[in-house]
């Protein structure tokens, strides 16, 4: 399967940027399943954490509120070429989804 992070670097006012878009798999839960007649659990990012080099920046819990395909931005100053920004998320099933992007020009 896909990493369901998609992450995006851009440059504005001299402080860069952070993109995160989660892709699916979020499901609503709410379309009955063939085999059971019943609907399904839904399926949704439950938390993520961005890190800086190792370091943990940003940490937050998420909900089956959100929609379908969140797009988060963050801002940052001292940024330097090299630098790794790593995202990772788990859905409310248990699965961990990582992504990372390197700072190829701050």
């Known amino acids: 399967m896909a990493v369901p992070i998609k992450l995006l670097l851009h440059q504005n006012d001299g402080r860069l940027e952070l993109e ?9 839960g709410d379309v ?3 085999a059971a007649g019943s609907p399904r659990l839904p ?4 938390s993520m954490v961005i890190q800086l080099n190792g370091k943990t920046l940003v940490e ?5 509120s959100i929609s379908r395909n969140p797009i988060f931005r963050f801002m ?7 630098d790794r920004f790593t995202v990772d998320c788990t859905d409310n099933n248990g699965t961990e989804f990582r992504s990372e992007i390197v700072v190829a020009n701050p």
């Open 60 to 64: 937050g819990q998420l909900s089956a």
């Open 76 to 82: 940052f100053t001292d940024i330097r070429r090299g």
């Open 43 to 46: 399926v949704f990012m439950r």
């Open 32 to 34: 009955p399943s063939r």
């Open 20 to 28: 995160v878009r989660l892709l699916p798999p979020k499901d609503p």
